[in-house]
C-alpha cells in the first residue's frame, strides 16, 4: 500500500509537472503570439505612417515643384514686361530724338532764313543809303527830305528788332553760346557779341559788315 501511495504520488508529481510545464509553454506560446502581434501591428501602423509621409513629400515636392514654376513664369512674365518697357522707352527716346532733330533743323533753317533776311534788308537800305548821298539836292525842302530818308534807312538798318528775332532762333541751334561766352568773358559788349554770334554761323566778312552796318 505504501508502495503504491509513493507510486501514486511520484505519478501525480510527474502530471503537476507535466501539467506545469505545459502551462508555462502555453503562457510562453501567448507571449510569442502577442509579442508577434504587437509586432505587426506596430509594423502596420509604422508603414501606414511612413505611407502618410511619403504621400505628405510627394504633395510637398509638387506644390514645390509648382511654385518653382509660378515663379519662374513671374520671372519670365517679369522679363517680358522690363523688355517691353525698354523697347517702350527705346521708341520714345527715338521720337523724342527726332522731334529734337527736327526742331533743331528747324531752327537752323529759321535762323539762315532770318540772316539771309536781315542780310538782304541791311544790303538794299545800305543800296538806298548810298543812292540817296549820291543824289545832289537842290532846294532846302530836298535837303530836308534827303535827310530824314537817309535817317529812317540808317535806324532800320541798325534796328535791334532783327538782332533779337536772329537771336531767339540761334539761341535753340546753340544753347548756352551767349551765356558762356559772358561768364568767361564779361568785358565784351553786345557788339562783341553779336560778331562773334556772325563768325559761329560762318558768315564772311563782307557779310558781318552788311550785318553789323
Do not use: C
Amino acid at each position: 500500500i505504501k508502495y503504491e501511495t509513493e507510486k501514486k504520488d511520484k505519478e501525480i508529481t510527474i502530471l503537476r509537472k507535466e501539467a506545469e510545464i505545459k502551462k508555462n509553454h502555453n503562457r510562453l506560446l501567448i507571449l510569442i503570439v502577442s509579442a508577434l502581434a504587437i509586432i505587426l501591428i506596430l509594423l502596420f501602423y509604422f508603414f501606414r505612417i511612413k505611407s502618410r509621409l511619403l504621400v505628405s513629400q510627394r504633395r510637398y515636392y509638387e506644390q514645390q515643384e509648382r511654385l518653382n514654376q509660378l515663379e519662374m513664369e513671374q520671372q519670365t512674365n517679369e522679363r517680358q514686361l522690363l523688355q517691353q518697357e525698354v523697347q517702350i522707352q527705346q521708341q520714345i527716346n527715338e521720337i523724342q530724338k527726332s522731334k529734337f532733330e527736327a526742331e533743331l533743323d528747324h531752327s537752323k533753317r529759321q535762323l539762315i532764313t532770318t540772316t539771309m533776311q536781315v542780310l538782304n534788308k541791311n544790303k538794299t537800305l545800305t543800296e538806298i543809303q548810298d543812292y540817296l548821298e549820291s543824289l545832289s539836292p537842290k532846294s532846302i525842302e530836298e535837303k530836308i527830305v534827303y535827310r530824314q530818308l537817309s535817317k529812317m534807312v540808317k535806324e532800320n538798318i541798325n534796328l535791334d528788332t532783327d538782332w533779337e528775332q536772329l537771336k531767339i532762333h540761334f539761341d535753340k541751334v546753340n544753347t548756352g553760346f551767349f551765356e558762356k561766352l559772358q561768364n568767361d568773358y564779361p568785358e565784351l559788349s553786345q557788339g562783341d557779341l553779336k560778331v562773334l554770334a556772325y563768325i559761329k554761323i560762318k558768315l564772311s566778312s563782307k557779310e558781318i559788315a552788311q550785318m553789323m552796318n
